[in-house]
T-cell receptor, first 113, second 112 residues
Framework: GENVEQHPSTLSVQEGDSAVIKCTYS??????FPWYKQELGKRPQLIIDIRSNVGEKKDQRIAVTLNKTAKHFSLHITETQPEDSAVYFC????????????FGPGTSLSVIP | DVKVTQSSRYLVKRTGEKVFLECVQDMDHENMFWYRQDPGLGLRLIYFSYDVKMKEKGDIPEGYSVSREKKERFSLILESASTNQTSMYLC???????????FGPGTRLTVL
């Protein structure tokens, strides 16, 4: 079955610096890749997603890149702020009916003021 | 706004008890999911349902069952709770499987 790996497991950056989280997946048929953010004590929420027909997607300070050949995708956060501190989960899915989304183990990001 | 609610935020049960966790969504979503969240392991899928009375096993279904009698409600059942089922349980719903999932607030279950 699909397996999603995520690195690093923890990440600390200075406020204003960039943060990059990388994920790899095993199922070459995967074509939908969402990213979720979970703040302490709160529920996960979707922050950005990408489908396999594009290589990059941006939304203000966050961007996701996808390399289908290498089966990896990354989340980039620029100009980090303390409110970016959270656990981030990547996920992968085939994107077809009745197909489940498989989550990575998560990255705990700390932004130091 | 999509609202996904779970019956309890915190629950303490004893080994061997039958435990019911309920999830309700108000957005007419076809798909509903149950995950457990443990430190370092991410979100692991227990069961999901893509229609009323339909269910599919996720990655860790052992020791659990589910029920979906109505579209808006998805219940997770621990037939005989064990200490290794102490965890945070998250419910989610989505309008389609490969789309945004909306999560409930979670139930922290402790089995003594």
């Amino acid at each position: 079955g699909e397996n999603v790996e995520q690195h690093p497991s923890t990440l600390s950056v200075q406020e204003g610096d960039s943060a990059v989280i990388k994920c790899t997946y095993s199922d070459s048929a995967s074509n939908y890749f969402p990213w979720y953010k979970q703040e302490l004590g709160k529920r996960p929420q979707l922050i950005i997603d990408i489908r396999s027909n594009v290589g990059e997607k941006k939304d203000q300070r966050i961007a996701v890149t996808l390399n289908k050949t290498a089966k990896h995708f990354s989340l980039h956060i620029t100009e980090t702020q303390p409110e970016d501190s959270a656990v981030y989960f990547c996920a992968a899915s085939r994107g077809t009916s009745y197909d489940k989304v498989i989550f990575g183990p998560g990255t705990s990001l700390s932004v130091i003021p | 706004d999509v609202k996904v609610t779970q019956s309890s935020r915190y629950l303490v049960k004893r080994t061997g008890e039958k435990v019911f966790l309920e999830c309700v969504q108000d957005m007419d979503h076809e798909n509903m999911f149950w995950y457990r969240q443990d430190p370092g392991l991410g979100l692991r899928l227990i069961y999901f349902s893509y229609d009323v009375k339909m269910k599919e096993k996720g990655d860790i279904p052992e020791g659990y069952s589910v029920s979906r009698e109505k579209k808006e409600r998805f219940s997770l059942i621990l037939e005989s709770a064990s200490t290794n089922q102490t965890s945070m349980y998250l419910c989610a719903s989505s309008p389609k499987l490969a789309g945004e999932q909306f999560f409930g607030p979670g139930t922290r279950l402790t089995v003594l």
